[in-house]
């Protein structure tokens, strides 16, 4: 009689429970880790992840460890980094050596007015006075090349001085940038710049690098460079080199090919296995020396009744390796499973191809202990489970920076079943015990523990 109860009171509890398992989603890869050291592994997910997950988030991914638990895992960004920076030399102008520059400087008191010629045209660049009669300076004006295209801010000057005039000198920078060689603003100022020797002990100090903040965006064609110094003469600058910033990093993208349904000359349908979180979309044309005007159509799902415009292109093809570029799509929320492309005024003998872009995801997980480990997906039951990446990495480790891991063979899951019961179903099939039937049995359960443990204290007292 006791065992039945205890029996029934652990089926009870067992129903209860709500935990995942392999058994809920469709399909399944082992993990093959590189490090088995390490306590985390990255792996880049694949194109049958995207495409067979039914979540556009990517809700329904799990990790298993060789038991059948959950593993704790984040799912990331992945960043699309351009570690190369402009460099280049700018074109100096020394504007102390005018000779009009010193008489003129002389007339006006407060300003400083300097007649130059750049690019064959005659230039007069006026200035705020503020040296004394007690100090050394020198005046540069820095110009950018013409070939030179700025893609981000100026984050660096580096300086070459003639040491050739002076070895131990002390000065200040002043640095100002204009676009029209009038209107000049301040970009930094007293910014110390030096060259320290000392040969008896042979060391030295050289300071001629001047970092500008980050959170400034200047991307000036001209420059001016004012040095003072109220000891020393200043050397001469020989070469003046320029360094941009890095470009931020950019979200990479994941190409999803949409298969082609159906065609005739005027329009072209297609779809995807799955919708998708669509930030770019690729359309190619299959013939060169051809421009064809379009409008671009879509459907979220296959339930959607109703074509959505995305909006009206032209989309060319000049050479066999010319392409157009991508359509980016600007809407974050917008998803796409379908897609109509329709020729204005044209036609095509052969369907363009298409191309879908998401942003490409990386999973992190708890790689330590109770290897190995599968990685499951598919499932219309699962609910969000990722942790975020701070919540699960200690703040000295970086997604980027954790040891790959990759999918091996694929893993018979519970198939397309898992796929094909809604949340509905799902409800369904976990209501044949009630919540309220369930907490009965609970208050029911624990009364006859009571009664079970006070007839052992009497059996106990007994004997």
Known sequence: MKKLILSALMLISGFCQATDKTNQYAYGAMIETSNDSSMYS???????????????????????????QPVP???????????????????????DKNQEHRQEKQSKQGTEQYNININNKDVQISLDNTNSQEQYYATYLLQVPNGIKLEQAISRLSIDFDTAESQNWQA???????????????????????????????????????????????????????????????????????????????????PINFELASSDEQEAFYQLPTPQPVKELSISLQNSRTVLPISVYYKSNDKDQIWH???????????????????????????????????????????????AYRSRMSL????GNNGPFILAWGSAKAKSAALSEKVLLSDSLSAQDLPAAYLGENIKLAGKKALAQTIKDSNTTNSYLPK???????????????IIALKLLNEVKNS
């Open 42 to 68: 990255r792996i880049d997910l694949t194109s049958d992840v995207y495409t067979q997950a039914l979540s556009i988030r990517l809700d329904d991914i799990r990790v298993f460890n060789h038991k059948g």
């Open 73 to 95: 895992y984040a799912l990331v960004n992945v960043y699309q980094r351009d570690d190369v920076n402009q460099i280049f030399q700018v074109t100096i102008y020394d504007l």
């Open 172 to 254: 200040t920078a002043k640095l100002l940038y204009s676009q029209d060689l009038s209107n000049w603003q301040t970009a930094l100022n007293n910014v110390p710049v030096m060259s320290l020797v000392d040969n008896n002990n042979e060391q030295s100090l050289k300071v001629n690098v001047i970092d500008i903040p980050s959170n400034t965006n200047y991307k000036a064609k001209y420059w001016i460079l004012q040095l003072k110094s109220e000891q020393q003469t200043i050397p001469t600058i020989k070469k003046v080199k320029f360094i941009s910033r890095k470009a931020p990093p950019k979200i990479a993208l994941y």
């Open 309 to 355: 415009k995305l909006d009206d292109y032209i989309i060319r093809r000049v050479t066999n390796t010319d392409q157009s570029p991508n359509i980016k799509i600007n809407d974050p929320d917008l998803q796409i499973k379908q897609l109509k492309i329709k020729a204005n005024n044209a036609s095509f003998d052969q369907a363009p191809q298409v191309v």
């Open 364 to 367: 992190i997980f708890n790689s």
């Open 436 to 450: 309220w039937l369930i907490w009965i049995c609970l208050v029911i359960g624990a009364i006859v523990l009571i």
